[in-house]
């Protein structure tokens, strides 16, 4: 996605059970909290709908709106996942070459991770918004620049992103179905590959993702794309998903969710990841491409690109789901009707808020969707948050998502005690909850009894300092939040 501030014009054409969640987002010391109000009514936000099929909906940021009280107030309401605008590409990370620049992008993170929002990687390689440096690059010069690129910028993120958007439009638009022609791609047909690679050796917990736009249907660019897929399936290419942009008019064409499905049929990931729809159609249009999404099981969940009309690349075209004022338009509730209508569960495998997963499933031939469960969710969750107390330390725990049988969590401890270089948590579940995948950090589960540690990273923590850490985990019957923590074996409550 181009940020039209960058020039005069535009660089390119462009681009379940039903329960009651609401995510309520704050800062650390008072995360999102899921609460469930009864077994009848509607998720009210697009996040936490999304969520109860263990999807994410999300919105591509700018670093510059994170002042803006009513955007921010939008999207710390209805988004669980974030896209930095422009912040993470390469003319913004590495204006000189081997200077590399993180603090808009590392803003971005960092509000992600206080809000418990996941954090989608955008973008590493791509032929436009580069830095004028790489133009006079060719052949060996910049085959390693861009690898050292990819490299260096995967690696500062490491453990942070849930998805990156390894490749960015690569696929030429004149019908051929082949590349794009651009100094990357003189460098060798594989560079494709050797990015992925390249990024897979730097982040092995992210997913890798290849994101292009006008494939939203069957033609001859997407089905360029799906044999490039097909081929890194079949020979090992560390290659998780696709992302469609969908940047549509009115709405979808007839075959976007066999589109979807077929891509899904490889073995990876589909996701909706810049999605903007114009038109007098347009409340129906998002209605159809969350239905689409929501009927393949691996659709991972859907980016919008925008909040606000007015915060649109699309000038004047309205394409978003909230007016200029930030007020909900129909679209929006078209959009939260059908995620709340239910759908097939995600099953791609697990969707984090931050940090490395410990593997990273790659699923070979066509994916069963799988069912929707039926029946009452039998939940009432208390508080979210424990409170500080004892001196020693106090503990943030959060719920951020939740849906049948699984949970996510964000869990912030204080230390209220002398500085320390290592630490150990231990807390007890109250309702027989176990932790599936954890990151930032090591655990060790005996029935109820947990016990986390830092990773090597994140040992230290100064008085007054505080350190964070998530996992997935699954529950059965209640998911109470733990009433008492202790922080290196003395009690924070």
């Keep these: 996605m181009k940020d039209p501030s960058r020039s005069g014009g535009l660089i390119r054409r462009r681009r379940l059970t039903t329960v009651a969640l609401s995510v309520l987002a704050a800062g650390l010391a008072g995360a999102a909290v899921v609460t469930f109000t009864g077994t009848a009514s509607a998720a009210t936000t697009l996040g936490a709908s999304a969520a109860q099929t263990g999807r994410y909906f999300g919105a591509a940021v700018p670093a510059s709106k994170l002042g803006d009280g009513t955007y921010v107030g939008i999207l710390d309401r209805e988004f669980n996942m974030i896209t930095p605008e422009n912040e993470m590409k390469w003319d913004a990370t590495e204006p000189s070459q081997n200077s590399f620049r993180y603090t808009s992008s ?157 891509f899904a049929n490889l073995g990876v990931d589909v996701q909706i990841t810049e999605l903007d729809i114009s038109g007098s159609s347009q409340a129906t249009g998002y209605a159809n491409v969350v239905k689409a999404c929501m009927n393949v099981s691996r659709c991972a969940g859907i980016t919008v690109w925008g909040i606000r009309d007015s915060d649109s690349w699309r000038t004047g075209a309205n394409p978003l789901l909230f007016d200029n004022s930030g007020n909900k338009k129909a679209a929006y509730t078209s959009a939260l009707n059908a995620l709340n209508a239910g759908g097939v569960n995600y099953n791609g495998g697990p969707i984090v808020t931050s940090g490395p997963v410990t593997t990273r499933p790659v699923t070979s031939g066509p994916v069963t969707s799988a069912p929707v469960t039926s029946g009452p969710v039998r939940d009432t969750t208390p508080p979210a948050t424990t409170p500080g107390g004892g001196g020693s330390c106090s503990v943030a725990y959060s719920v951020s998502s939740q849906w049948q049988g699984g949970f996510g969590a964000a869990v912030t401890i204080t230390n209220r005690g002398a500085a320390t270089t290592s630490w150990r948590l231990t807390w007890t579940f109250g309702a027989g909850q176990t932790i599936t995948q954890l990151w930032n950090g090591s655990y060790t589960q005996s029935g109820s009894q947990v016990t986390v540690t830092n990773a090597t990273y994140n040992g230290a923590i100064p008085t007054g300092g505080t350190t964070s850490f998530g996992f997935n985990g699954a529950w059965n019957g209640s998911n109470p939040v733990p009433g008492s923590f202790a922080l290196n074996g003395v009690a924070c409550s």
């Design 106 to 262: 590392d803003q971005i993170v960092s509000h992600a991770q206080s809000h418990g929002q996941r954090m989608r990687g955008h973008t590493l390689l791509w032929h436009a918004q580069r830095p004028g440096w790489v133009s006079g690059l060719s052949g060996s010069n910049l085959r390693n620049a861009m690898m050292n690129h990819v490299t260096q910028v995967a690696t500062h993120f490491k453990g942070k992103i849930y998805t990156w958007d390894v490749v960015n439009e690569a696929f030429a638009d004149d019908g051929s179905g082949g590349r794009r022609n651009s100094n990357l791609q003189a460098t060798g047909n594989d560079w494709i590959e050797v990015a992925f690679k390249t990024a897979h050796a730097a982040d092995p917990g992210a997913k890798l993702c290849y994101n292009d736009y006008s494939i939203d249907g069957v033609n001859a660019k997407s089905t360029g794309i799906y044999n490039m897929v097909k081929d890194f399936k079949a020979r090992g290419v560390p290659i998780d998903c696709v992302g469609f942009q969908s940047h549509l008019t009115n709405g979808p064409p007839s075959d976007y969710q066999a589109n979807l499905q077929r």
